[in-house]
């Protein structure tokens, strides 16, 4: 099971950026795909964005279009979501994921998960 470890999380004001990271220990067998999942306090995991390992393909879920952008580097094996004109609605928990299925956009499609940073977006 691939390992992640995510950072860059914290309090930002409505307008403002942030850029998390993902690391990704190694790549193990059947992981096509690397995505960002955010949960809030009351509400279920939802998708953000994905990307393919070989970095050739990303979607995003319609919320965050236009203002996230997901990219690797596949030298540092690491993944990184481009947060820009954050709302408070994007205050959650973003958790980084590891994943067989491309173009996967529920929690099942990725089997492996970092332990999550708390993004909170200030009004």
């Known amino acids: 099971q691939v390992q992640l470890v995510e950072s860059g999380g914290g309090l930002v004001q409505a307008g403002g950026s942030l850029r998390l990271s993902c690391a990704a220990s190694?790549?193990?067998?059947?992981?096509?795909?690397m995505g960002w999942l955010r949960q809030a306090p009351g509400k279920e995991r939802e998708f953000v964005a994905g990307?393919?390992?070989?970095?050739?393909?990303?979607w995003y879920t319609e919320p965050v279009k236009g203002r996230f952008t997901i990219s690797r580097d596949n030298v540092k094996n690491t993944v990184y979501l481009q947060m820009n004109s954050l709302k408070p609605e994007d205050t959650a928990v973003y958790y980084c994921a590891a994943g067989s299925r491309i173009y996967g956009i529920i929690a099942s499609d990725f089997g492996s998960w970092g332990q999550g940073t708390q993004v909170t977006v200030s009004s």
């Open positions: 190694r790549r193990t067998f059947g992981v096509n795909a």
């Open positions: 990307i393919a390992w070989n970095g050739g393909s990303t």
